[in-house]
Nanobody, 116 residues
Framework: QVQLVESGGGLVQPGGSLRLSCTASGIIFSIYGLGWYRQAPGKQRELVAVITSGSRTNYADSVKGRFTISRDNAKNTVYLQMNSLKPEDTAVYYC??????????WGQGTLVTIAS
């Protein structure tokens, strides 16, 4: 059974930091491209950051320079370090695993709220 379990969300003040984690089980983690998406209330889900199996990264323009995606294949975990958080970063953040050879998978989401 495949599971992607996110953690690390919460309430933080503007300008603060959070680190999200997503730990996978039931997949060959190292061959998957991994991503973080987010969905704010009333909006569509959007891509935040992705990291390939070869650790190449790409970011949405809105988070470039503030967020960093990384992966630890030994721990089957992908991270999203979020700095200089803004109220508009408030959303449910989802982990995504994608492979050309296998079905994609989503986590259940973790809520990030930026408010003073």
């Amino acid at each position: 059974q495949v599971q992607l379990v996110e953690s690390g969300g919460g309430l933080v003040q503007p300008g603060g930091s959070l680190r999200l984690s997503c730990t996978a089980s039931g997949i060959i983690f190292s061959i998957y491209g991994l991503g973080w998406y987010r969905q704010a209330p009333g909006k569509q889900r959007e891509l935040v950051a992705v990291i390939t199996s070869g650790s190449r990264t790409n970011y949405a323009d809105s988070v470039k320079g503030r967020f960093t995606i990384s992966r630890d294949n030994a721990k089957n975990t992908v991270y999203l370090q979020m700095n200089s958080l803004k109220p508009e970063d408030t959303a449910v953040y989802y982990c995504h695993a994608n492979s050309a050879q296998y079905p994609e998978h989503w986590g259940q989401g973790t809520l990030v709220t930026i408010a003073s």
